[in-house]
């Protein structure tokens, strides 16, 4: 990191918050810091407009938004207007999204209103010590009966595996803003702006013969799929997001050929690969994300279909499974879909398949996209045939449906190709697709799946 170059903004005014355009993070960002040693990070009238100013300059510079917090919440002494201040500063924050990066790092306990802020933000990075929560411990025992240790209630531990609120945790402040720095490299500065390159001397046409091994001899084997990414992606450099929280799908940054990309992958290592709610959420926030600030998609099939369960379904399975197919049908960013393996019913189609609009859909030859797989085709269709002639079925099926190559006739998979030529043919699509652009039309907004 460069040494820090500060610029200070509404420095005279009391408060806990202090503003600046900082260079500490190796370029230009606005700072917004909450000191937690006056009275507890408390937020007063003035750090309310303290916080809009900082995203006001954000926002008018183009400069992506960087927030330390560690806050108990609004201040008491100032009553009503302290909620109003952080009212407004959550208006500025909801107006900035999508027009330039906002990041944040959780230090100490963050609460109440200040703890809704982590929500508005688009990543947010937790050291071990970091907490947040809406109401505490002490109202939820008077509430509730229940007796939580404010760790067990909001630790960084919860936000990093149950919330997702956490995109990462590290051990301390210094860590975090090591984290930020490198999380920046891959982020542009604004949605005005493209991301940066990334120097590397990996050659983009390297044979990756590795990716094509991490896939097991047998349908149902396990693997890591990050041994893929890692594989195919510049100099095997992968920075992950939210890791812990919904570990079925991977999502994060890298780059090939130079060019950053957002990756999202399924992990076979975690209930198969499947598809449930938080991996549904997870997937359509960074894709929204990606889309939001022209990080093209690179999208790695491997999904058996959607995690069955009564409580799945009850739980709202229909519209969190339709927030992933809405963000990839929206996204106008450059975008090539991958299917290694497996890729069945709707979660075929959700994960970036031709028809929701990628750019180039490539099939190894192992992929099997289908419906569903052998054994559940056969049981639908020949459930009275004996054993033996159901075994006879299934082998008949998956010579005969689970093939790359019958997509591929019927124009729904553009190539399959060898494994090793992987990153060839990746490195070769993004650097010929980095000219794309889609005319949109201007509306209000959308109504996105919550």
């Not at 991996?279 to 990080?295: E, L, P, T, W, Y």
């Not at 045939?385 to 159901?390: L, T, Y």
Request: aromatic share 6%; with cysteine; net charge negative.
């Amino acid at each position: 990191m460069t040494a820090s170059v500060s610029t200070s903004f509404r420095a005279a005014t009391h408060g806990s918050v202090r503003v600046s355009v900082d260079a500490r993070l190796g370029r230009r960002v606005v700072l917004m810091e909450v000191d937690p040693r006056r009275r507890a990070g408390a937020l007063s009238t003035d750090d309310g407009d303290a916080i809009t100013t900082a995203v006001r300059v954000a926002r008018g510079e183009r400069l992506p938004l960087v927030a330390a917090l560690a806050s108990s919440g609004a201040d008491v002494r100032d009553g009503i207007e302290a909620l109003h201040g952080w009212g407004r500063a959550a208006r500025a924050l909801a107006g900035a999204s999508g027009v330039v990066p906002l990041l944040a790092l959780v230090t100490g306990p963050t609460v109440s209103g200040p703890a809704l802020l982590l929500g508005l933000a688009d990543h947010v990075v937790f050291t071990e010590q970091g907490q947040a929560f809406v109401s505490g411990p002490h109202m939820v025992r008077q509430f509730t009966g229940q007796h939580v240790s404010r760790d067990e209630l909001g630790g960084a531990g919860i936000h990093a595996r149950s919330t997702g609120v956490a995109t990462a945790v590290v051990p301390e402040e210094a860590d975090a803003w090591s984290y930020l720095a490198e999380l920046l490299t891959y982020l542009p500065d604004s949605v005005d702006h493209l991301p940066p390159l990334i120097p590397t001397d990996d050659p983009a046409d390297r044979s990756c013969p590795e990716a094509g091994a991490a896939i097991p001899p047998t349908a149902t084997g396990s693997y890591d799929v990050r041994t893929v990414i890692r594989a195919v992606v510049d100099d095997g450099a992968f920075v992950e997001l939210r890791a812990g929280w919904a570990p079925n799908l991977v999502t994060g940054f890298a780059s090939l050929g130079g060019h950053v990309v957002g990756v999202v992958a399924n992990q076979p290592m975690s209930i198969a690969g499947t598809l449930d709610i938080p991996g549904s959420q997870k997937g359509a926030r960074f894709v929204s994300f990606c889309d939001a600030f022209n990080i093209p998609l690179l999208t790695l099939v491997d999904t058996p279909g959607f995690y069955p369960g009564k409580d799945l379904e009850w739980r709202g399975m229909i519209r969190h499974g339709a927030q992933l197919a809405f963000a990839y049908a929206r996204a106008t960013v450059p975008r090539v879909c991958v299917t290694l393996r497996k890729s069945y019913g709707g979660a075929y189609i959700v994960m970036d398949s031709k028809t929701m609009g990628n750019d180039l859909s490539l099939a190894w030859p192992s992929a099997e996209l289908a419906v569903m797989g052998a054994k559940g085709a056969v049981q639908i269709l020949h459930r009275r045939a004996p054993a033996d002639e159901q075994a006879r079925l299934e082998a008949a099926y998956e010579d005969r449906f689970l093939t790359p190559y019958i997509a591929a006739e019927r124009g729904f998979v553009d190539a399959v190709i060898d494994p090793a030529d992987t990153r060839r043919e990746l490195a070769a699509a993004f650097d010929l697709l980095a000219t794309k652009r889609e005319h949109v039309v201007r509306r209000p907004h959308d109504n996105s799946p919550l």
